[in-house]
């Protein structure tokens, strides 16, 4: 089938390459060294630990306001208006857009921002402490406005899974708006939830574009350090170190969906 | 880029969604205080930066406000020749993407059904794989080939890139497509066509294509969003597409254009997912209801 010999060409060969170049020495001969080295040097450690950290927080911020977005919609009429420009305009901010949306980012919360400067109008500096916008804080907040949308996306079937009969059933038997969400929407959504945040941490984990446009390869985040590696050339060998780097990436992110895969299954179960 | 379902493709329930389901009367007409607060929260943070960005690229060179930036952006050769670049990227890719996925699709739900689940998977990895990732294999696809290798992929952007978007776009293009060949009563249609006497390829262009036009549209506005949008791959390899001039000319002193640019860019991306919605709003199709 050509479509089997396309990826294999065009996917396969590249990730060949990655795993190939970081088990291998520059005389071809294996090695695990090139991972080693990588554990051992600080500066990787915080680039990954930075990049867990800005994953994390940038998830849960995302998921929390995401499905209360979605929730918000999927309350109003199918089909209507309001649900076409909230999905395409989703569908826009989570995966058509880093780069105008770092731009809009530095407009709002750069040193001569919009906000910055309503802000300082008001007395308050928002550049007095460490705070800037290529700090790790700074690059997580423009994170959010991927991450909610892509949320938004993500939990929509989900939502619209809840049958309305179920909220009846559970009012005709005496329970409360409360204990309809504490024992029927809650428990039936939070597969759903936990899976879409995983991805949503994957999804920030990967993503280099919004980062790359705020403060290029500075930031010390995993991607960044392999642009760094790659073309850097700071140091002797650094290409294959950021082919370990990549392959440590990769590892993550499985890991990420071998949890994803088995918290849907369990999703699945309601929504059909 | 990104993970996941790939919910804004046409059928795949976000828009539309299944059945209209029975609501009762009055809940949706009430608008209720944590819907106000979410959508003026939601406002405050979505559309802000984008009317801050507004707000920025009318700031002229000269310091007065006014629509100077975006008169410029014609003259700018730059980022004039990026864009030329994108484009044609964005139309091959398009087009490549259909060539290779719809017989696919059309065949695997024909006589191999039981792949469907492999190609879900197999669909999927592009989502799985970092692009920054990808973009390392390719460094290092580009500094071992043989040199003809090089001259015929790597010397020019579009060949060097092309081939490779398309397995970016496989996730969003496969679903799109998927869906479309689903809605349609595929078997009698193909056997129909044969029966009269049709090659495959005939069978495909003619009776196929026509009946999933909306979806090989979804797919191929997905694709061109994509391909106007993705910088990590291009920067790495140090071509130079629309994205990434967007980027140098905001360094270089410019960024008023590039900003104005940006905007447009965004316009117009929320213009063919908007009218996408409403193509796959055109025709009811059986929902799946999953989310991958």
Redesign the interface.
């Known amino acids: 089938m050509p479509f089997a010999l396309y990826v294999l060409v065009f996917l396969g060969l590249p990730l060949y390459m990655v795993i190939h170049g970081a088990l291998t020495t520059d005389a071809g001969h294996f090695t695990f060294s090139n991972f080693k080295a990588t554990f051992n040097s600080p500066a990787y450690r915080t680039a990954f630990k930075n990049s867990v950290i800005l994953s994390i927080w940038t998830s849960l911020v995302g998921a929390v306001f995401g499905v209360w977005l979605a929730a918000a919609v999927v309350a109003g009429k199918p089909g209507g208006m309001l649900r076409r420009v909230v999905s395409s305009a989703s569908g826009v901010f989570a995966y058509f857009a880093g780069v105008p949306l770092a731009f809009a980012w530095v407009a709002t919360l750069g040193a001569e921002g919009v906000v910055t400067v309503l802000l300082k109008d008001i007395g308050i500096n928002l550049y007095a402490g460490s705070f800037t916008i290529s700090s790790l804080l700074g690059v997580g907040l423009a994170y959010v406005y991927f991450q909610v949308p892509l949320m938004v996306i993500l939990i929509t079937p989900a939502l619209e899974g809840l049958r309305p009969e179920w909220q009846e059933a559970a009012q005709g038997l005496g329970a409360t708006k409360l204990r309809y969400l504490r024992h029927v929407a809650i428990p039936v959504l939070a597969p759903s939830v936990i899976g879409a945040t995983l991805i949503l941490f994957g999804n920030a984990f990967s993503a280099y574009a919004t980062a790359l446009a705020l403060v290029g390869s500075t930031l010390n985040i995993v991607p960044a350090q392999i642009d760094d590696a790659i073309n850097g050339n700071v140091l002797v060998n650094a290409d294959r170190l950021g082919l370990a780097l990549g392959v440590e990436m990769i590892i993550v992110i499985v890991v990420v969906m071998v949890c994803y895969w088995l918290v849907q299954r369990r999703a699945r179960r309601w929504l059909r | 880029?990104?993970?996941?379902?790939v919910?804004?493709v046409p059928g795949?329930?976000?828009?539309?969604?299944?059945e209209?389901?029975?609501?009762?009367k009055g809940?949706?007409e009430r608008p209720?205080p944590?819907?106000i607060a979410?959508?003026v929260?939601?406002a405050l943070?979505?559309v802000?930066?984008?009317?801050?960005?507004f707000?920025?690229s009318l700031i002229q060179s000269n310091g007065s406000y006014g629509f100077g930036n975006y008169g410029q952006i014609i003259n700018n050769s730059a980022i004039r020749s990026a864009l030329i670049t994108s484009l044609e990227i964005s139309a091959i890719t398009a087009v490549l993407v259909v060539v290779?996925?719809l017989?696919?699709v059309v065949?695997v739900r024909l006589r191999l059904p039981k792949l469907t689940l492999m190609m879900e998977g197999?669909t999927l990895?592009?989502i799985?794989?970092?692009?920054?990732?990808?973009?390392?294999?390719?460094?290092?696809?580009q500094s071992?080939a043989p040199e003809w290798l090089v001259k015929l992929l790597f010397n020019h952007p579009v060949t060097a890139l092309t081939?490779?978007y398309?397995?970016l776009a496989?996730p969003?293009t496969y679903r799109a497509l998927d869906n479309g060949v689903r809605s349609i009563d595929l078997h009698t249609l193909v056997d129909a066509s044969r029966n009269l006497g049709a090659s495959w390829r005939q069978t495909i262009v003619h009776v196929i294509l026509p009946n999933v036009e909306t979806a090989v549209l979804g797919a191929m506005f997905l694709t061109i969003?994509?391909c106007?949008?993705?910088?990590?791959i291009a920067?790495?390899l140090?071509y130079h597409t629309f994205?990434v001039a967007?980027?140098q000319e905001?360094l270089s002193g410019t960024?008023g254009i590039?900003?104005a640019l940006?905007?447009i860019?965004?316009a117009f991306?929320?213009g063919l997912?908007?009218a996408?919605?409403?193509l796959a709003?055109r025709r009811h199709r059986p929902s799946s209801?999953?989310?991958?």
Do not use: C, N
């Open positions: 880029m990104s993970f996941g379902s919910g804004i795949d329930d976000v828009v539309g969604g299944p209209p389901q029975p609501v009762t809940r949706k209720r944590w819907r979410i959508f929260l939601a943070y979505f802000g930066p984008l009317a801050s960005a707000k920025f290779l996925m017989p696919t065949w197999v990895l592009p799985v794989i970092p692009p920054v990732v990808l973009a390392a294999g390719l460094e290092e696809l071992h081939p490779f398309v397995i496989l969003f969003a994509l106007l949008g993705e910088v990590v920067t790495l140090l994205p967007l980027i905001s960024a590039s900003v940006s905007i860019t965004l991306t929320f997912l908007f996408l919605s409403f709003g209801g999953r989310m991958i």
